[in-house]
């Protein structure tokens, strides 16, 4: 078997969980060969995610000569298929959310990966996302390419189902993956019910560098780890607004936050309003081993989400003996159970956050490391990266057969 995965960008800094999958198969003795759309453009502080990407091919990067080419190569050899493929790609049914643009451009880098796949003995795609890439795996498909599958994460997924077509994708798939029951249950939402044998769970996973690390001590201090993109459905504002809350309480108080993105003028205007510039530090993106140290030095870790599918983040939180303070969203509570892992909160309520930091600031280490112990215990049954690719392999066996 030879596997392709099939990304929008990749690497980035949040899909560790990915590079992890990937890693896992290829430990399991299958040869993946990695394809991204387009270039991500911004930092890659993770010495791994570096290594990942020289070992990734762009296919925008080889210019608009080299896709137009891949048309022609396409038209000639297979003229019906690539006709009907077209029709498809413009049809108005199909991601009705795009322009007549980009779904040229979707047949176009279809046609490419179609020669590029045939040239590398590829035996099936795997895509991650129900986006664009996706779209372009089902065309591959079309043009008689290998069989696909796909990973949909949510929430961007479960917010555009329509628009994106996710109802097509899943019925010309092999197979379709949900990371968590609550993602299966809204992929079932949108999908024929003939389709419905074919969706399943294969959860995000952590690897060895968690789950193999001696568990450390509680720090004998009031820092908060928060990680995640700077964006509106992390809910990072509100957990500002808590933190000045409980500064009141816990004059101690020390909250970090790892990551980026378009909400950090707003997050650095709420810190200087709410005169928490010394209690809040925004860390930027920081590469896997810094991430765990500052886990380490943390009480626990805070993800005050919106929305999301089951962050990997929380797997990692709990790998390492951290309870988590989260909010009752979409998967979550699959992972961070109310009491024993962690605390639950309803989103975006700043004053119910408050209270969970509290709580977990007033706990003893003895309660915390519990908490700990348990969420450890989960993620190594549910979250291991290794089991998890062995079930997505045994999938691949099971379709394509």
């Known amino acids: 078997m030879k596997l392709a995965y099939l990304i929008n960008q990749y690497p980035q800094p949040s899909q560790s969980f990915i590079r992890r999958e990937i890693e896992a198969i290829e430990q399991l003795g299958t040869s993946v060969a990695r394809f991204t759309l387009r270039r991500y453009a911004g930092p890659l502080p993770d010495p791994a995610d570096q290594a990942e990407r020289d070992k990734t091919f762009v296919v925008l990067d080889q210019g608009a ?13 297979r003229p019906s298929a690539a006709l009907h493929t077209l029709f498809t790609a413009m049809r108005s049914g ?15 880098e279809a046609c490419f990966l179609h020669h590029s796949f045939a040239k590398e003995g590829v035996t099936h ?6 986006t664009n890439s996706t779209a372009v795996a089902l065309l591959v498909r079309l043009l008689g390419g290998p069989p696909y599958s796909f990973t949909c994460h949510g929430p961007e997924e479960f ?37 419905w044998e074919k969706i399943h769970v294969v959860h995000c996973g952590v690897d060895d560098a968690f789950l193999s690390m001696a568990l450390t001590p509680l720090p004998d201090s009031q820092q908060l780890l928060c990680i995640g993109r700077l964006s509106e459905q992390k809910g990072q504002l509100t957990l500002v607004e808590a933190a000045a809350r409980v500064i009141t309480r816990f004059p101690d108080l020390k909250l970090v936050l790892v990551g980026d993105g378009p909400m950090r003028p707003e997050i650095e205007n709420a810190i200087r309003r709410l005169h928490l510039e010394k209690i809040v530090h925004l860390a930027g ?27 990997v983040v929380i797997m990692e939180s709990l790998a390492l003996g951290r309870p988590v303070i989260s909010t009752s969203v979409m998967g979550i509570p699959e992972l961070v159970l109310h009491g024993k892992t962690g605390w639950l909160v309803a989103p975006a309520n700043p004053e119910l956050l408050a209270g969970a930091i509290e ?29 998890e690719a062995k079930k997505l392999l045994e999938l691949i066996t099971k379709y394509d057969a």
């Not at 795609?125 to 129900?130: D, I, L, T």
């Not at 993800?303 to 089951?310: D, K, W």
């Open 94 to 108: 199909w991601e009705p959310s795009r322009g007549l643009f980009l779904r040229l451009a979707y047949f176009a």
């Open 159 to 195: 917010d555009r189902t329509e628009t994106l077509g996710l109802g097509a994708k899943i019925h010309n798939a092999s197979f379709a993956i949900a990371i968590s029951d609550f993602g299966r249950s809204q992929l079932y939402r949108w999908a024929s019910i003939s389709d």
């Open 285 to 311: 993106w920081k590469s896997g081993r810094e991430i765990r140290e500052i886990l380490l030095s943390s009480r626990a870790m805070v993800l005050p989400s919106f929305a999301e599918g089951l962050p």
């Open 65 to 77: 000569a080299t896709l137009l080419l891949g048309i022609l190569r396409v038209l000639i050899a």
């Open 359 to 387: 709580e977990c600031l007033v706990s003893t280490p003895v309660h915390l490391t519990e908490m700990g112990l348990a969420g450890r215990a989960l993620v190594a049954e549910r979250h291991t990266a290794l089991c």
């Open 125 to 130: 795609v795997h895509a991650h996302f129900g």
